[in-house]
């Protein structure tokens, strides 16, 4: 399957709307993700969610089978378009790095403060 039929693929679940632009499917660091250098990938983040420890287990049973989250490279830091329960499940997981969809970017889609 080519990364495209891939990124298609994963949007099929996904909250996102990608922009247009040459996705590349990468291992990143999760360090290096916003939501995890701004220490808000835990469960306590997820506050209008109310079933935020059952969907968090789930994640973690399926990890695998679940598609790459989606990324915008900036200044060589990665920032979270759709993905935050999938990150946090791997950080709980013991996971250092995790598929994802990057799209290098000149300007940000969405900010987390």
Do not use: C
């Amino acid at each position: 399957m080519s990364t495209n039929s891939l990124l298609e693929k994963s949007f099929d679940i996904s909250q996102a709307v990608p922009k247009n632009g040459d996705y590349k499917l990468k291992i990143v660091q999760l360090s290096k993700i916003d939501v995890v250098f701004k220490k808000i990938a835990s469960r306590d983040f997820f506050y209008w969610d109310n079933n935020i420890d059952g969907n968090i287990e789930w994640i973690k049973n399926n990890f695998d089978k679940l598609p790459p989250v989606i990324l915008e490279e900036f200044n060589s830091k990665y920032y979270s378009i759709d993905g935050h329960h999938r990150i946090t499940s791997a950080l709980e997981l013991g996971k250092s790095d995790i598929l994802a969809f990057v799209l290098k970017v000149d300007k940000l889609t969405y900010i987390r403060k």
